[in-house]
């Protein structure tokens, strides 16, 4: 037998400088962001100035070219610092605003915008000096994504934008929105487009900061557009193939949830662990009872299984094979598990874990978004059935 | 063989309980309802809605006729809970507060205590509070280290006690503390009468919590409390049965909680479903949603009939009451976090935030499978009772 070290080379598709990057962001998190997170929940809200701190350090350009004020790495990066967001314990709503920028904003305007737009957008959200926002969902379009009814009449020019968009990450103070749109009045799977809205287009308004059971650092919009003027450069890709852009950037805004589960099963699990060990009930420590130890046995399958299936649809990812079905699975598995595994964080916790001063109950409420946000379990499970034949 | 009272029970509620039933449910949902939201967002501990349940003699509902109360039993009491937490657990928990910080009076106390202290609880003038957790004292109660000392013939109390209901609200509290230090884990402790006027005590830290947000719950403190020996409830130094029997009956309001919390989001959720249209029709027309909303309503109204019997058997008099309340409690809390958490699926988006109720729901849900014994301790009473 070979003798445990302790010291593990990383297995692909990781190397060694994604482990640096993995320490290197969860010594950011541990020093600069989880000492305040009470703070900023219960403002609602992260300081703006920690987009410029993430920016300086290089975390908001991970897979973008050098030649943009990016890093030059890949899609691997990005995932360290999905992942690491959360195990390092920024908090799902510092991780939501942080994530959604780097994870769904900003990466359509990469993948399919002109050199002009990255300039324009890209370059300076890089920086963290612009805030970026995706606009799909609309109070009548949740899972039903082809049922978009926000509208952009061409005109001469541009276009002029008419609806509402709803529980947009960021949505409150985002300087630009990558906007889901109708450019046709059917909508639907051949008439959607893209158009990056900017915050201080007349018409563009911020309609109210919702109220909601997690993520409460992070800002959740509801937007509405009257008559928005927006030029013609502001166009995304190619009119009318929209729908195929909405779809490609799901994959990577599942992916990057799963990833995120995985942190955050990581971090509850070790913390109720040391937890279990500490607390002494009937004259020792309640780790030290069978049903407890089960518990975390049953919950470090889930974490396991979460990051085994979440790391394969990665690694076919990195390898450019569109892994639609791992995704969705990853996703799925990972999301209600994160859930299951906080919510029996909390059970061993007791009265301690449904007190706010622990941070379990704050995991509770953020992990509830997980099988909903992205697409629910109920769409996942929909995608799943059809690619497997039904 | 069944009793004679089993046998002779008729198994459906009596007509009185199901007009007190229907009256219960316009009140709610003309004046509890509409507060609920407002409530779990302020933290606030809803005083009209005391006021209004007094006015209804619901406060009266865990007391006999002779002290003042409505007489009508455990059920009927069970059956209030339940349709207050349809519409908002916190307000609920007035009514099962009533029960907890009574019944170690109801149950060891002097007649002298009970003629003092319950009619007073009844009508509403008074609000009790059950003082048996501390910091290092939850699920395991007989190592606590809250201390009572004679002196003269007066009890002197120090200590603290952890996540007490209604603190700052009680007029009294039930506290536990240990009486003689020599007799071993879980022996030596008894139960006293503290009002919340005598020197010494203090309210102490109010606690931020996941859910039931307008109910305080907090750390009161006891500094030096004198208190005289008619406070000394049951016998000296058996203090620890008290608590257990009182929680063997108690913990049905829990029960009764989280039916009620898990029969308002199922309603919720299918009205939801039938008005919500995606992909051209409503959702409730997706089998994946109509096979959700049966699995709740089914595990609910199993949740239901658990407690129900076990309720009746309090009622019958019935002394194996123990493992009938551990079930109830168990499966109905394990159902209402269940269901709630399918019910804010069910609603999407919608369902995460604070402006539809299922989100609340869902975190009002969870303390309902921590307190009154987790559980896990409901677990190990069971088991216990197949030995």
């Not at chain 2, 198994?11 to 507060?35: G, H, K, Q, W």
Request: charged fraction near 25%; hydrophobic fraction near 40%.
């Amino acid at each position: 037998m070979v003798k445990d070290t302790g010291v593990r080379a990383p297995l692909p598709p990781f190397t060694d400088e994604h482990a640096d990057l993995r320490a290197s962001v969860n010594r950011w998190i541990g020093e600069e962001i989880s000492p305040h997170v009470d703070e900023w929940e219960a403002a609602r809200e992260f300081p703006r100035e920690l987009y410029l701190r993430a920016g300086e350090l290089g975390f908001l350009g991970l897979k973008y070219p050098e030649a943009l004020g990016g890093q030059g790495g890949d899609c691997v990066h990005d995932a360290v610092w999905a992942e690491e967001l959360a195990a390092a314990g920024a908090s799902g709503g510092v991780g939501a605003g942080l994530g959604a920028h780097t994870g769904i904003a900003t990466p359509p305007v990469f993948n399919f915008g002109t050199p002009e737009q990255h300039e324009r957008f890209l370059r300076p959200a890089i920086r963290g000096e612009k805030i970026g926002a995706l606009g799909i969902t609309e109070p009548g379009a949740g899972s039903d994504v082809a049922g978009i009814r926000t509208f952009a009449r061409r005109v001469s020019g541009g276009y002029v934008v008419n609806g509402s968009k709803t529980f947009i990450t960021n949505g409150v103070r985002a300087d630009f929105l990558v906007c889901a749109v109708k450019t046709t009045e059917e909508g639907g799977h051949h008439g959607l487009s893209f158009l990056v809205l900017e915050r201080d287009m007349p018409g563009y308004e911020v309609s109210r900061k919702l109220e909601k059971m997690g993520w409460h650092s992070s800002d959740t919009g509801e937007l509405s557009f009257t008559d928005v003027e927006v030029p013609a450069e502001n166009l995304l890709g190619e009119e009318n193939r929209g729908f195929h852009l909405i779809m490609a950037n799901f994959a990577w805004e599942r992916l990057s949830m799963s990833l995120a589960a995985v942190g955050a099963m990581r971090r509850l699990i070790e913390t109720t662990v040391s937890y279990a060990l500490e607390r002494r009930a009937f004259d020792r420590p309640i780790g030290r009872f069978q049903s407890i130890r089960h518990k975390v046995a049953e919950m470090g399958i889930k974490l396991e299984a979460s990051r085994s299936l979440t790391y394969q649809a990665l690694r076919l990812h990195a390898a450019g094979r569109n892994p639609i079905r791992e995704v969705t699975m990853a996703k799925l598995l990972s999301q209600r598990a994160c859930l299951e595994v906080a919510d029996e964080c909390l059970q061993i916790h007791g009265g301690y874990g449904y007190m706010r001063e622990y941070g379990i109950e704050r995991a509770v409420r953020d992990a509830r978004l997980g099988p909903i946000g992205g697409g629910t379990d109920e769409v996942m499970r929909e995608i799943l059935g059809r690619q497997m034949g039904l | 063989m069944a009793t004679a009272t089993e046998a002779s029970a008729p198994y459906s509620l009596p007509p009185e309980f199901i007009d007190f039933r229907d009256t219960i449910r316009t009140i709610v949902r003309e004046r509890v309802a509409p507060r609920a939201a407002e409530i779990d967002a302020q933290a606030e501990y809803p005083r009209d809605i005391r006021e209004l349940f007094a006015s209804h003699d619901l406060l009266g509902l865990p007391f006999d006729t002779d002290h003042g109360g409505t007489g009508t039993g455990s059920l009927m009491l069970n059956i209030a809970i339940e349709e207050v937490a349809k519409a908002c657990a916190s307000s609920a928990l007035i009514l099962m507060i009533q029960e907890l910080g009574t019944l170690p009076i109801k149950l060891f106390g002097t007649e002298q205590q009970q003629r003092r202290l319950l009619p007073r609880c009844a009508t509403g003038e008074q609000s009790p509070a059950f003082a048996l957790s501390e910091p290092d004292a939850g699920s395991d109660p007989g190592g606590m280290r809250t201390r009572a000392v004679r002196d003269g013939s007066d009890w002197v109390i120090d200590g603290a006690k952890n996540w007490i209901t209604n603190l700052g609200v009680a007029d009294f509290y039930i506290v536990f503390c240990v009486t003689d230090a020599e007799a071993g884990h879980s022996h030596g402790i008894s139960a006293f009468v503290v009002e919340a006027d005598r020197p010494g005590f203090e309210v102490g830290k109010l606690e931020h919590k996941l859910g039931i947000r307008g109910s305080p719950t907090g750390q009161p403190v006891f500094d030096a409390v004198r208190v005289p020996p008619e406070n000394l409830i049951g016998v000296e130094g058996e203090g620890f049965k008290v608590a257990m029997a009182t929680l063997d009956r108690s913990r049905l309001g829990v029960a009764a909680q989280a039916v009620g919390i898990a029969q308002g989001a199922t309603d919720y959720a299918a009205a939801y479903a039938k008005e919500r249209r995606q992909f051209g029709r409503p959702i409730a027309s997706f089998q994946g949603i109509q096979f959700k909303l049966a699995e709740m309503e089914t595990r609910t109204a199993a949740a239901r009939e658990l407690l129900y019997r076990a309720c009746s058997k309090i009622d019958a008099g019935d002394p194996d009451i123990g493992k009938h309340s551990a079930m109830a409690k168990l499966f109905a809390s394990d159902t209402a976090m269940w269901v709630t958490t399918e019910a804010v699926q069910i609603l999407g988006g919608y369902g995460y935030v604070s402006e539809y109720p299922v989100e609340r729901m869902m975190r009002d849900a969870k303390i309902t499978q921590i307190y009154e014994g987790t559980n896990e301790i409901q677990r190990l009473v069971i088991a216990r009772s197949l030995r």
